[in-house]
């Protein structure tokens, strides 16, 4: 079978769970926590997405991108892969990794060919935290999706020992959708551009 496929780059801190979000997407089982990528370079998983309304299966490829330091050259040579969309993993539990987020993103934007893909915001952590009744989260979120153009996701509250809601994957569904409509029209979407 020939898919389609789009390419997810997935960033965020040393630590905060993009290993575990990868896995938890792409195989709907959990697994123990610490099987962090960080140290080892980037990591790949594929899901294989089946479309709504019947219209196809397409291939959904996550590449973890490492987070330490000593990485940022090999950050640069995966934003030049040939990346379609960005996660942008935040914890609600850790509010330094949303001050962390705007490297990230500025990171990438110094890359020209990421520039317009779409931008999720993931809203992780271990417990589900509705982040818009929280002044402090709320504060750390709403400038940082506006800043990178970011749709918000709010996944928080899986774990590597409690499974996603159907909510949080339908929130996922569209999103993968929006990158498939911004890939086959030659990258439409807003993206981090007005960045540079």
């Keep these: 079978m020939n898919n389609e496929s789009i390419r997810i780059g997935v960033v965020g801190e040393l630590g905060i769970g993009k290993s575990?979000?990868?896995?938890?997407i792409c195989h709907r089982n959990t697994?123990?926590?610490?099987?962090?990528?960080?140290?080892a370079g980037p990591t790949v998983d594929v899901l294989d997405f089946e479309r709504p309304n019947?219209?196809?299966?397409?291939?959904?490829?996550?590449?973890?991108?490492?987070?330490?330091?000593?990485?940022?050259?090999?950050?640069?040579?995966?934003?030049?892969?040939g990346l379609d969309a960005l996660f942008l993993v935040c914890s609600c539990s850790s509010?330094?990794?949303?001050?962390?987020?705007?490297?990230?993103i500025e990171e990438a934007a110094s890359t020209e060919n990421i520039l317009s893909v779409p931008v999720a915001l993931i809203l992780g952590g271990p417990q589900y935290i509705h982040w818009q009744s929280s002044s402090t989260l709320a504060k750390l979120v709403e400038p940082l999706a506006e800043r990178c153009s970011a749709e918000i996701l709010d996944l928080s509250g899986y774990t590597s020992a409690a499974a996603m809601e159907p909510k949080q994957r339908h929130l996922l569904s569209e999103f993968y959708e929006k990158i498939y409509r911004s890939k086959n029209s030659k990258g439409c979407g807003l993206g981090i551009s007005h960045l540079r």
């Design 20 to 24: 575990e979000l990868v896995h938890q």
């Design 31 to 39: 697994r123990a926590a610490g099987a962090a990528s960080d140290l």
């Design 54 to 81: 019947s219209r196809g299966n397409i291939w959904v490829e996550f590449v973890v991108l490492p987070s330490e330091t000593r990485h940022q050259r090999s950050r640069q040579m995966l934003y030049s892969f």
């Design 95 to 104: 509010p330094r990794s949303f001050l962390r987020a705007t490297e990230w």
